[in-house]
């Protein structure tokens, strides 16, 4: 593994609470990355970050909310959970965007939303 | 329409079959075309990239790209059980930024 961890691994929250999924890495790697992954879409982006405080949107952001104070860790947060929001989340990141640097994932965070 | 087509199976072949994983996309300014591999409850690790169009392999692996045509195709040769997995096919404009991914096939590969 590429030294990323993700907490907690699974999570059961009730709607309209607020929900924040961390993401730690240890290989000083400037760019992360939060995707959702649910059956028959794959992987789509939600947010990713350039550097600490620096983030921008993806694909499906609405509802998330991101944050990278350092370099290390990169937090997503739901602010008032939804059912729609149920699915499994996985942090990603890579080295550079000049040259190919491919993504390395966590193991992913398991969050229903009842 | 999605940017990246992929038939998400499931696909069933026994030990020691060819298998052939397919992607089309829509994009023309793709220029890195990944394959990833998921095992369950895992989070995708990189199998191969390939940069612009034409073939690489690695080992059982061989990934080809056919820009004109707008599709990838990943074959795994000898298939082995520990092949068994959901394939991630993945395209991105530069290095890895952004990276789109496909909805992933599902392969089982019975001894």
């Known amino acids: 593994d590429a030294g990323i961890t993700q907490s907690p691994r699974h999570k059961v929250t009730e709607t309209g609470t607020p929900v924040t999924l961390r993401c730690h890495q240890t290989?000083?790697?400037?760019?992360m990355y939060w995707y959702r992954q649910d059956p028959g879409h794959g992987l789509r982006l939600i947010h990713y970050?350039?550097?600490?405080?620096?983030?921008d949107k993806g694909e499906v952001s609405d509802g998330y909310s991101v944050s990278r104070s350092k370099t290390e860790d990169f937090l997503l947060t739901l602010e008032s959970a939804t059912s729609s929001q149920t699915s499994v989340y996985f942090c990603?990141?890579?080295?550079?965007?000049?040259?190919?640097?491919?993504?390395?994932f966590g193991n992913g965070t398991r969050l229903t939303v009842t | 329409q999605k940017e990246v087509e992929q038939d998400p199976g499931p696909l069933s072949v026994p030990e020691g079959a060819i298998v052939s994983l397919n992607c089309t996309y829509s994009n023309s300014a793709f220029q890195y075309f990944m394959w990833y591999r998921q095992y369950s409850r895992k989070g995708p690790e990189l199998l191969m990239y390939t940069y612009s169009s034409g073939n690489k392999e690695d080992g059982r692996f061989t990934a080809q790209v056919d820009k004109s045509s707008k599709y990838i195709s990943l074959f795994i040769r000898d298939s082995q059980p520990s092949d068994s997995a959901t394939y991630l096919c993945?395209?991105?404009?530069?290095?890895?930024?952004?990276?789109?991914f496909g909805a992933g096939t599902r392969l089982f590969v019975k001894a």
């Open positions: 290989e000083n790697h400037r760019y």
């Open positions: 970050s350039y550097g600490v405080k620096d983030t």
């Open positions: 993945a395209m991105s404009k530069t290095g890895g930024f952004k990276t789109i």
């Open positions: 990603a990141i890579s080295e550079s965007t000049l040259t190919y640097s491919p993504l390395h």
